[in-house]
C-alpha cells in the first residue's frame, strides 16, 4: 500500500505515554495498544493495512460466519484475505454452536490467523436472531462453552469481543469476563454499550474499569473513542490496557496517527489538507479495485468516498453523481476531479 503523506515524526524520547508502548497478547506481540475495530463491511485488507500504515498496532478481521457451507463464498474467502498485512493477523469469528465455531478457528489458524477472536458483541439482528453477536450473552453456560471449546481447538491466543451485557439493568459483563478468563481467553475487548443500545446514548465506561480491576487478562475499551484526547482520557479513566477505535476511523484513518502525534507531543495535528486527502483516497481505492476486482471494487468504494468526503463543499451534489458510476476508471475519474477543486 503507498506510504500515507509524511508528517513530522515526534522524537523516541518523546513517546512516553503508555498508549504507545507494546501488548502481550498471549505469545504475541502488538507494536502500541491502539487497535482498529473489526467492523462488518469496512475493516477488509485493504483498511486494515491502511490503519496499520497510520499507526494503529492491531486491526481484527471482519467478522466471518462460523458454518462450513459459508467458507467458500467469495465473500467469505476476502474475508479471510491477510496477504501483505503486518503480524500479528487476527480473524474475527462468530457462530452459536461450539463445534462449528471449533471448526472456524482452526479453519483460520490453517488460513494464516495467528489470533483468533470470539465475536459476541454484534448487535445486528440478523446476526442476534440466530442466537450469535450479543444474544449469546443472555447464556452464559452457552458462552463458558463456546469458549471453551475455540481456546482447545487452536494452539494461538483466542481473544473475545463483546458488550457490557444484553440489556439495560442486565448487564453481566463481570461474569462473562470471568468466564473468559477461566476458559482461557487472552484478552477481552468490551464496548461500553449493551446491544439493547445497539449504537445509541453513549458508551459508558464505569463497569469497563471494572472488570478491568477484577481479572487479569488485557481488557480493551472500545465505544465512542474518536479524538486523541477521547483516546487519553478513556485509557486512563477505565485502567484498560488498549484502545479499540472502530466508527471513528471511517473515512479518517489517520485518527490513529493524530492520537500517536498528540501523546507524544501534547498537540493536534491538523486535519489533512486537500492535497494530502487526495493521496490518501486515491491510493485507498486503487488498493480496492486491486483487491476486489472491476464490479465489487467500484461498488465498496462508494461508502468510502462518501465517508472521506463528508463536510467538504458540494460534496452531496458530488456523491450523487459519484455513485451513478458503473466503472473503476470513471469512478476514480470523478473522485480525483472533486478532489482537485479549491476546496
Same mark, same amino acid.
Given at each position: 500500500m503507498?506510504k500515507?503523506p509524511?508528517t513530522?515524526?515526534p522524537?523516541?524520547?518523546?513517546?512516553t505515554?503508555a498508549?504507545?508502548?507494546p501488548?502481550?497478547?498471549?505469545?504475541?506481540?502488538?507494536k502500541n495498544r491502539?487497535?482498529?475495530?473489526p467492523?462488518?463491511?469496512?475493516?477488509?485488507?485493504?483498511?486494515?493495512?491502511?490503519?496499520k500504515?497510520f499507526?494503529?498496532?492491531h486491526?481484527?478481521?471482519?467478522?466471518?460466519?462460523?458454518?462450513t457451507?459459508?467458507?467458500?463464498r467469495?465473500?467469505?474467502?476476502?474475508?479471510?484475505?491477510f496477504?501483505?498485512?503486518i503480524?500479528?493477523?487476527?480473524?474475527?469469528?462468530?457462530?452459536a454452536?461450539?463445534?462449528?465455531?471449533?471448526?472456524?478457528?482452526?479453519?483460520?489458524?490453517?488460513?494464516?490467523?495467528q489470533?483468533?477472536?470470539i465475536?459476541?458483541?454484534c448487535p445486528a439482528?440478523?446476526?442476534c436472531?440466530?442466537?450469535?453477536?450479543?444474544?449469546l450473552?443472555q447464556?452464559?453456560?452457552?458462552?463458558k462453552?463456546?469458549?471453551?471449546?475455540?481456546?482447545?481447538?487452536v494452539?494461538?491466543?483466542v481473544?473475545l469481543?463483546t458488550?457490557?451485557g444484553f440489556?439495560?439493568?442486565?448487564?453481566n459483563i463481570?461474569?462473562?469476563?470471568?468466564?473468559?478468563?477461566?476458559?482461557g481467553i487472552a484478552?477481552?475487548?468490551?464496548? /461500553?454499550?449493551?446491544?439493547?443500545?445497539?449504537?445509541?446514548g453513549? %458508551?459508558? &465506561?464505569?463497569?469497563?474499569?471494572q472488570? +478491568? *480491576?477484577?481479572?487479569?487478562?488485557?481488557?480493551i475499551?472500545?465505544g465512542?473513542i474518536?479524538?486523541?484526547?477521547?483516546?487519553?482520557a478513556?485509557?486512563?479513566k477505565t485502567?484498560?490496557?488498549?484502545?479499540m477505535?472502530?466508527?471513528?476511523?471511517q473515512?479518517?484513518?489517520w485518527?490513529?496517527?493524530?492520537?500517536?502525534?498528540y501523546?507524544?507531543?501534547?498537540?493536534?495535528l491538523?486535519?489533512p489538507n486537500?492535497d494530502?486527502?487526495?493521496?490518501i483516497?486515491?491510493?485507498?481505492?486503487?488498493?480496492?479495485?486491486?483487491?476486489?476486482g472491476?464490479?465489487?471494487?467500484c461498488r465498496?468504494?462508494?461508502?468510502h468516498?462518501a465517508?472521506?468526503? /463528508?463536510?467538504?463543499?458540494?460534496?452531496?451534489a458530488?456523491r450523487? %453523481?459519484? &455513485?451513478?458510476e458503473?466503472?473503476t476508471? +470513471? *469512478?476514480?475519474?470523478?473522485?480525483?476531479?472533486?478532489l482537485?477543486?479549491?476546496?
Amino acid at each position: 500500500m503507498p506510504k500515507p503523506p509524511s508528517t513530522t515524526e515526534p522524537t523516541a524520547q518523546k513517546n512516553t505515554h503508555a498508549l504507545l508502548t507494546p501488548l502481550k497478547i498471549g505469545g504475541l506481540e502488538i507494536k502500541n495498544r491502539l487497535i482498529v475495530a473489526p467492523m462488518a463491511g469496512v475493516t477488509d485488507n485493504p483498511f486494515r493495512r491502511l490503519c496499520k500504515s497510520f499507526g494503529a498496532g492491531h486491526a481484527v478481521s471482519e467478522m466471518i460466519i462460523a458454518d462450513t457451507a459459508l467458507y467458500a463464498r467469495k465473500k467469505s474467502l476476502y474475508r479471510a484475505n491477510f496477504h501483505g498485512e503486518i503480524a500479528p493477523i487476527s480473524a474475527q469469528i462468530a457462530g452459536a454452536e461450539p463445534d462449528k465455531l471449533a471448526e472456524a478457528a482452526r479453519f483460520q489458524v490453517a488460513n494464516g490467523a495467528q489470533m483468533v477472536d470470539i465475536n459476541m458483541g454484534c448487535p445486528a439482528k440478523k446476526v442476534c436472531k440466530k442466537l450469535a453477536g450479543s444474544a449469546l450473552l443472555q447464556d452464559e453456560s452457552l458462552v463458558k462453552q463456546l469458549l471453551q471449546t475455540a481456546v482447545d481447538a487452536v494452539d494461538v491466543p483466542v481473544t473475545l469481543k463483546t458488550r457490557l451485557g444484553f440489556a439495560n439493568g442486565q448487564e453481566n459483563i463481570l461474569k462473562i469476563a470471568q468466564i473468559a478468563q477461566d476458559a482461557g481467553i487472552a484478552a477481552i475487548a468490551i464496548h /461500553g454499550r449493551t446491544r439493547e443500545d445497539f449504537y445509541t446514548g453513549h %458508551a459508558r &465506561y464505569e463497569l469497563i474499569a471494572q472488570v +478491568k *480491576q477484577e481479572v487479569d487478562i488485557p481488557i480493551i475499551v472500545n465505544g465512542d473513542i474518536d479524538s486523541p484526547e477521547k483516546a487519553k482520557a478513556v485509557y486512563e479513566k477505565t485502567g484498560a490496557d488498549a484502545v479499540m477505535i472502530g466508527r471513528a476511523a471511517q473515512g479518517k484513518p489517520w485518527i490513529f496517527r493524530d492520537i500517536i502525534h498528540y501523546l507524544s507531543t501534547g498537540e493536534l495535528l491538523a486535519p489533512p489538507n486537500i492535497d494530502e486527502l487526495r493521496q490518501i483516497v486515491l491510493s485507498h481505492l486503487e488498493e480496492l479495485y486491486r483487491f476486489y476486482g472491476e464490479y465489487s471494487g467500484c461498488r465498496i468504494a462508494r461508502k468510502h468516498i462518501a465517508w472521506y468526503t /463528508g463536510g467538504l463543499p458540494n460534496s452531496n451534489a458530488f456523491r450523487e %453523481a459519484m &455513485y451513478q458510476e458503473e466503472t473503476t476508471t +470513471k *469512478q476514480f475519474e470523478v473522485v480525483k476531479k472533486f478532489l482537485q477543486q479549491p476546496q
